[in-house]
């Protein structure tokens, strides 16, 4: 893959961007970006600026690609705002794996990325390069570029402030790359933003990739929801968190109208603003492909009457807590599972300067086994699993789970699906999809790589015919 699409992207796909360009289509927001050779600026699909010529007119797959080639973001529609795009899957998983590593904010050093995927700092150069069309180094300046613009035009930090969140060193150095890279300087990129009705919060946006099904993410939640450390309402989700050895809360109010959702976060250390947003779209499930997943969906023989709309997959704050879900919810039901959950966090959970937050993997190894009203054998399946955790400095691979005791797949599944977003997994071991799929003719394969919402899609079906 090259950078500019009109080179190496078929005539039929140029086509379907340039008809998107000029609908103003929202369903390709943040699929592609257009670059303006007049102007040397680079929109979103959906900008409300006069349409360009197309002879004037370049096509890119990524923000920072545009970038790269010299073009400076929009300040109307904020490129940097738009919602993940799908483009990063399709390439060599390495590359994609790396890619993420260095779009990650606090950033990490270059040879600390290739050491962690096994292979030398110059191979990750000649891969990166290869396959985006810029350093690794590049990828990374861009990425906290783009980032601190967000920043600087969403929220109420002061320079300095933006400077220390995105990585850089100072006030001075943020100012002095922005002059370089686009011409501009941060205060000329700060707009006037209306007073927050909260100003120790940073108040930032979360667009989705439109359509959402927003009271389908709502009631899911809802339903699992941990009253200590999460709330639910009619058009927000909020919780306590936190994240290394930070601590935080936000709250996501969703906004039809902008399709997205207005976040207000308070974190004791501003360089992890951008991974708690990620994770937050995670758990939110915005940048999923609504009409690619419909598609997959009909072709594994959903009935287009029962299709939800903009279906997505709430996920959990972490991967523990969602394995501790899993093993609370082995052979019961969501309601008894989720009690068990919240006297989890009353017997291990533990408290931060905004309230209580999930219990860490040293809590629940430590917690007595007679803390929870559960069968001997299931609480020692969840000791043992919080002590993997405990002793793994990453997420304990899927092999090491399944070695131990209590730990089955259906379990590890779970785990992936509401811990990682994992969008291909089918639970054809469980028995409300079970249920629903013997009613009608249905082809998970078909659904491939988007069977987990298959499994999703399944369980409404269920529940609208009790």
């Given at each position: 893959m090259t950078a500019l699409l009109n080179n190496t992207e078929s005539s039929k796909q140029t086509e379907i961007?340039?008809?998107?360009?000029?609908?103003?289509?929202?369903?390709?927001?943040?699929?592609?970006?257009?670059?303006?050779?007049?102007?040397?600026?680079f929109c979103r699909p959906i900008c409300p600026a006069r349409l360009p010529a197309e002879k004037n007119?370049?096509?890119?797959?990524?923000?920072?690609?545009?970038?790269?080639?010299?073009?400076?973001?929009?300040?109307?529609?904020?490129?940097?705002?738009?919602?993940?795009?799908?483009?990063?899957?399709?390439?060599?998983?390495?590359?994609?794996?790396?890619?993420?590593?260095?779009?990650?904010?606090?950033?990490?050093r270059i040879d600390q990325i290739a050491k962690r995927l096994g292979i030398t700092p110059r191979y990750l150069h000649q891969l990166v390069t290869r396959q985006l069309g810029l350093t690794p180094k590049k990828l990374q300046l861009y990425q906290q570029l783009l980032f601190a613009?967000?920043?600087?035009?969403?929220?109420?930090?002061?320079?300095?402030?933006v400077a220390c969140a995105c990585g850089f060193q100072s006030e001075r150095r943020l100012q002095h790359l922005m002059?370089?890279?686009?011409?501009?300087?941060?205060?000329?990129?700060?707009?006037?933003?209306?007073?927050?009705?909260?100003?120790?919060?940073?108040?930032?946006?979360?667009?989705?990739?439109?359509?959402?099904?927003?009271?389908?993410?709502?009631?899911?939640?809802?339903?699992?929801a941990l009253p200590l450390v999460e709330q639910v309402t009619a058009d927000s989700y909020a919780l306590t968190f936190s994240w290394h050895n930070s601590a935080g809360c936000l709250k996501a109010t969703y906004d039809a109208q902008k399709n997205g959702f207005n976040v207000a976060i308070k974190i004791t250390d501003l360089r992890f603003i951008q991974p708690v947003m990620r994770n937050l779209a995670r758990v939110l499930d915005v940048n999923a492909d609504p009409q690619l997943i419909q598609k997959a969906l009909v072709a594994a023989g959903v009935q287009t009457d029962q299709l939800v709309e903009g279906l997505r997959l709430p996920g959990t704050w972490s991967y523990f807590e969602a394995g501790c879900r899993a093993v609370l919810g082995q052979q019961i039901s969501v309601k008894a599972a989720t009690n068990y959950a919240n006297q989890l966090i009353e017997k291990a959970g533990q408290k931060n300067q905004f309230g209580w937050v999930f219990p860490s993997p040293a809590a629940v190894a430590n917690m007595p086994l007679e803390a929870l009203r559960l069968p001997a054998s299931r609480q020692t399946t969840l000791r043992t699993l919080a002590r993997a955790f405990e002793n793994h400095s990453d997420i304990p691979s899927r092999s090491e789970l399944l070695a131990l005791k209590g730990i089955g797949p259906w379990t590890c599944d779970y785990m992936q699906i509401r811990g990682a977003a994992h969008s291909d997994i089918y639970l054809n071991s469980d028995l409300v999809v079970k249920k629903a799929a013997s009613k009608q003719t249905i082809i998970p394969d078909a659904a491939a790589p988007w069977r987990t919402y298959l499994t999703l899609q399944l369980w409404d079906i269920a529940v609208n015919q009790i």
């Open positions: 961007y340039r008809q998107a360009r000029l609908s103003r289509d929202p369903r390709f927001d943040g699929m592609f970006f257009v670059a303006v050779m007049s102007t040397h600026i007119v370049r096509y890119y797959t990524h923000a920072v690609q545009a970038m790269a080639a010299g073009f400076r973001p929009c300040l109307r529609c904020r490129p940097d705002s738009a919602p993940g795009s799908n483009a990063w899957q399709g390439i060599d998983t390495t590359v994609s794996r790396a890619v993420q590593l260095l779009i990650a904010l606090p950033a990490q613009k967000q920043l600087l035009q969403q929220s109420e930090l002061s320079v300095t402030d002059q370089q890279q686009w011409g501009l300087t941060p205060n000329r990129l700060r707009r006037a933003l209306p007073v927050s009705p909260d100003a120790s919060s940073t108040q930032l946006f979360l667009a989705c990739r439109t359509p959402y099904n927003w009271p389908q993410v709502k009631e899911f939640l809802a339903v699992h």
